[in-house]
């Protein structure tokens, strides 16, 4: 009986210890996680922009042409989450990040495009060419990427965003073991 | 003799007692300490509520939308004028319109996103921010009293029917409530979250 008894506590404290470890393990931030977060923290900016042709007669025998076309497209703003660490030190929990920055380029949608153009001349024609098209949609897109660049709140808000989510999952994470974590933020070095 | 043999087993009983009864203690507190660690915190959904509310200024994103309006002649028979202008629209969703549910059967935690919602539109008054294209030479004067007003109506029309901005909008909301569900649900490994918005449901 007292063998039954010592064997059965024995097996109680061995479960009790490994149920122990393993619960504890959640418990913890961990630097996967915080990287996680930095990528559901990302921002899927939709846009929707115009082209502009403005194209000057050349001669008298060309007319001033115009043609703008429509277009929708998607940029993601965000944490290079590759640049994210994470180290703890007893209560505290230093975070490295970087700054916020386009982290997938501005993806034009070839299907979503319209075209509005002035009408041609009927002696004096001046054609408006695929080239042409093609140059249009380019700079469109450049000074599309200069005014989502230009748009420091949204860099500012995608940073705030990881920021915050970061801090509710740390400090949701203390609360559940116990602990009050003291959060250090360090920029990660520009350049690098 | 039976006198002894009765007591002998009567303390054999009790021995058997009090070892069943220390057993069972230890079980308990055991189980107690695995279970209700000090400061842990019982995970129900008004918890995880709490915690989303609490950010709810997380909720809404600026998107950039440059478009052409088409203005008509009084009779609204002839193009007037095509009208290029820049915008911004606000969408996102009421963080305080999220329900949580726990379905103990499926082992899931289900998130239901209310719809998005736009919050602000916005047409730039900037004169150089506007331009036209018309076959019939306009005063710009004319053009830019009216293009503003159009280009507002204009602006407010399309987002309503626009698919992609309400799809962006909802990938940013569904990531961020995902995010802040995270070190709820990580506590719980046997329950796998699920977010939805009122479109999937339908």
Redesign the interface.
Known sequence: ??KI?IL??TA??LI?CV??CA?QK?DMPTEV?IK??CE???????????A?IDKKAEHIFEKDR?Q?I?Y?G?ATIGIDMDKVSMTISGEDITITMPKAQIIRELDL?AD?MSY????DGFLNKNKITIEDQKDAIEEAQEK?RE??ES?T??FV?AEE?AK??IE??IN??G?????EYNIIWKQFPQGK | MNVLKAFSLASKTVKNVVFTAIGAVFLVVVLFLVFNKPGGTEITCKSMLKSIEEKSDMSTIEYSYNSIATVYDEKNENVKYHVLYKGTVQAGIDFKKIEIEKNKAEKKIEVTLPEIKITSISVSKKPEDLDYISNKSIKTETFLKEAYTVAEKDLSMKIQGNNALFKAAEINAKNKVEALLKPWVDQMPEYKLEVKTRGDLQ
């Not at chain 1, 990302?42 to 115009?50: A, Q, T």
């Open positions: 009986m007292k008894a059965s506590l109680i404290i009790t149920c122990s619960s959640n996680q996680n977060i559901l923290a990302s921002l899927e900016c939709y846009y929707n922009n115009v502009r115009k703008w429509e929708e998607v949608k979503s509005t153009t002035s009408k599309m005014e989502v748009n709140a949204l808000q965003d915050k989510l509710n999952y949701t994470m609360e559940i073991a116990g602990k």
